[in-house]
């Protein structure tokens, strides 16, 4: 099991960290031990947490920040420019907008399968997906103290943007995740709250809800953020926020870590490790992703409490799907899942 685990977490850091720039190599290749294993790994972190605090405040936002929005004549996203014409070529008047955000450590690629999918499928909305990878490298404290409010200004300058093919604010879905689910819900404050929605999957804990440093409320998602928002939890009490932060809450597999996909982690680093804790966190994610395809409904039940779910006392009910504009009932929702994909 322990060999078997170790295989794991190198495929998962190797696809995690693919394509992320100044990311140290990360040599498993003399690893036996669950030990070496960790001790490599935060010498690893060691290495990454570098501040390029003077390097990205010299560049223009513009060069760290980019939109690529599906283009349907040519079956992928492109890069716009943000200006009319492109708006124009890009994207279709008047229509609901969705822009995915992707996470710290992350870049485009990953939403960009689920939401070309979409794109393909839905023809009557626009799908965006935004790109700040060379800012998703920063140490994490540094970028949610100096980076984080510098992408949500100037996402909410382009939302704004958007207007000029009569796409307002209340048709825009922001989606984020971790740190950027924050970050979106920054960008929809600056937009006075007048957001169509948000979904913010498993939003980061520490330094928000949790723990010795806390961010003031207009630094954390919250429902003042768009006249609806989504939240998925799936490690509460570790990573994720363990505080309601949306309109609807929907708690995957209670939102509790660890979570049951992630067995294999626990029983080789234990439930603290931070392996273990990124299994849970990422699962959200995952689940989230799967509900990209529009063939796929996963159901959810409102339930006071996931006592009461697992007691089987409140009725299944469709969850909200980020393309869907119905199924906006306010509270908390419970959802049971398998490990794979789907997730049915």
Not at 251 to 259: A, C, L
Not at 283 to 301: G, H, M, N, R, W
């Amino acid at each position: 099991m322990e060999s078997s685990c170790i295989a794991v977490v190198a495929v998962i850091l190797l696809l995690a960290n693919a394509n992320i720039k100044a990311l140290p190599t990360f040599d498993i290749g003399n690893i036996q031990t669950v030990k070496q294993l960790s001790k490599s790994w935060a010498q690893n972190l060691h290495q990454f947490n570098i501040s390029l605090k003077e390097e990205f405040e010299l560049r223009p936002i513009w060069e760290d920040v980019s939109f690529w929005c599906f283009n349907r004549k040519s079956n992928k996203f492109r890069l716009t420019l943000g200006d009319y014409a492109d708006f124009r070529e890009l994207l279709q008047r008047n229509r609901s907008t969705v822009l995915f955000v992707h996470g710290w450590l992350q870049n485009k690629q990953q939403f960009a399968d689920g939401a070309k999918r979409l794109a393909l499928a839905v023809a009557n909305r626009n799908y965006c997906v935004v790109d700040f990878e060379p800012l998703a490298t920063v140490e994490l404290q540094l970028f949610i103290n100096a980076v984080s409010l510098r992408i949500a200004t100037y996402l909410a300058g382009f939302v704004q943007s958007l207007g000029t093919i009569d796409i307002p604010p209340e048709q825009v879905t922001l989606v984020g995740e971790g740190v950027s689910a924050h970050l979106v819900g920054q960008a929809g404050q600056l937009l006075g709250g007048h957001l169509g929605s948000i979904v913010g999957l498993d939003p980061l804990g520490p330094f928000y809800t949790v723990g010795p440093i806390v961010q003031c409320r207009r630094f954390t998602l919250d429902p003042t953020d768009a006249q609806f928002v989504q939240v998925w939890y799936s490690s509460i009490g570790q990573l994720g926020s363990s505080a309601p932060l949306g309109h609807q809450n929907i708690y995957v597999n209670g939102g509790i870590h660890p979570q049951p996909c992630c067995s294999c982690f626990t029983k080789v680093f234990g439930t603290s490790n931070l392996l273990t804790q990124l299994c849970s966190h990422y699962f959200a994610v995952e689940v989230f992703k799967a509900t990209l395809d529009p063939s796929i409904d996963l159901l959810a039940t409102k339930c006071p409490s996931y006592k009461h779910f697992l007691a089987g006392r409140c009725q299944i009910r469709p969850t909200t799907r980020v393309t869907d504009q119905e199924g906006t009932e306010a509270g908390n929702f419970y959802l049971e899942t398998s490990c794979k994909p789907p997730y049915l």
